[in-house]
């Protein structure tokens, strides 16, 4: 469980995908539905194009490039977009976060979103969520040329947005991504350990992690009533 020392932040930064969204819109999309389409254009096996698409994604992940739309519709010659809309009803909140982003502005932090995704799978969430009425700031990686695992990113978000890393707390359901935080210098992290309604909790031991918001909702909302 996570003991999160509200009045030391005064800025939160937190990624979407896993973390305010459920992630299995987005696991479902790259390990299920891309590959039956891809299967069905080269007329091959579906277990063929999982095959195939795996490698191309290990070839990149981690990079700008694994979050990036215009990337896969060029390797797969596959309208990546479009094909995104075909499953947009999985697109959905984490059961638990409305109140806890909701709590986080009445408490009255500055609620900045991070998000490695592409400026339009950003966009479409938002189409489906109104995610952004939450936050004060939104930033997609890609404005910045680098993904989150790279420490020019945080370099190049620090001096756009101004946060103190003492005085901010970044959640993310990535340990990797973590560790780039935390080697930046960002002190206070959180990592959650259920991004996919649909699979299992992880286990973490290298950072406070939770599978439900609800107790940290709770106590901003009693730090808030005080």
């Known amino acids: 469980m996570a003991n999160i020392s509200w009045s030391e932040i005064s800025t939160v930064l937190i990624d979407m995908d896993g973390t305010i969204l459920d992630l299995h819109f987005d696991n479902h ?3 299920e539905h891309l590959p039956l389409r891809y299967s069905e254009k080269m007329s091959i096996s579906v277990e063929a194009a999982k095959a195939k698409l ?4 290990l070839a990149v992940v981690g990079t700008i490039e694994w979050y990036c739309l215009d990337y896969w519709s060029e390797q797969t010659q596959m ?17 638990d976060a409305k109140g806890f982003l909701l709590a986080l502005r009445a408490s009255g932090k500055d609620i900045v979103m991070v998000t490695n995704a592409h400026p339009e799978a950003l966009s479409l969430k938002i189409e489906r969520t109104q995610i952004d009425q939450y936050f004060d700031t939104l930033y997609s990686t890609h404005e910045f040329g680098v993904s989150k695992e790279s420490q020019l990113l945080w370099q190049r978000l620090q001096e756009k947005h101004g946060f103190d890393c003492d005085s901010t707390l970044f959640i993310d359901d990535s ?3 973590l560790k780039s935080a935390q080697q930046y210098g960002i002190k206070h992290l959180l990592a959650i350990a259920n991004p996919d309604s649909k699979k299992s909790a992880t286990i973490i031991t290298d950072f406070p992690a ?3 918001y609800e107790p940290l909702t709770a106590k901003l909302n009693s730090n808030t009533a005080d």
């Not at 309208?79 to 059961?95: A, M, N, T, V």
Request: glycine share 0%; aromatic share 10%; proline share 3%.
């Open 210 to 212: 939770i599978t439900n």
């Open 79 to 95: 309208p990546i977009k479009e094909l995104k809309r075909e499953i947009q009803h999985l697109i959905q909140l984490r059961s």
């Open 54 to 57: 795996k490698a191309d994604y």
């Open 175 to 177: 340990i990797e991504i």
């Open 29 to 31: 999309f790259w390990l």
